[in-house]
Nanobody
Framework: QVQLVESGGGLVQAGGSLRLSCAASGRTFRGGGLGWFRRAPGKEREFVAGITWSVGSTSYADDVKGRFTISRDIAKNTVYLQMNSLKPEDTAIYYC??????????WGQGTQVTVSS
């Protein structure tokens, strides 16, 4: 069974940092990658960051570029999201996602990130 388990969420003050982790089990995503989405209250889920598994190429949403860094640990089949200079508008539920090829169709349960002002 494919499972994506997020951890590392919590409450942090504006300007602070958090590191999210997502441990994948049940399969690998060598042909695709892992990434992060988020859903703020009253808003649709949006893409935050992604990384390909084979090469490690990264992509980011415009509003997190320069502040967030996605990385992977191949041996642990784990992806991380280092979030720096957090803003209240970053408050959301953050979901780990996986894609075997091009479609994001594996999802974690989410972890809450709350940034206070």
């Amino acid at each position: 069974q494919v499972q994506l388990v997020e951890s590392g969420g919590g409450l942090v003050q504006a300007g602070g940092s958090l590191r999210l982790s997502c441990a994948a089990s049940g399969r690998t995503f060598r042909g695709g990658g892992l990434g992060w989405f988020r859903r703020a209250p009253g808003k649709e889920r949006e893409f935050v960051a992604g990384i390909t598994w084979s090469v490690g190429s990264t992509s980011y949403a415009d509003d997190v570029k320069g502040r967030f860094t996605i990385s992977r640990d191949i041996a642990k089949n784990t992806v991380y999201l280092q979030m720096n200079s957090l803003k209240p508008e970053d408050t959301a539920i953050y979901y780990c996602a996986g894609r075997a090829t091009t479609t994001w169709n594996y999802w974690g349960q989410g972890t809450q990130v709350t940034v206070s002002s």
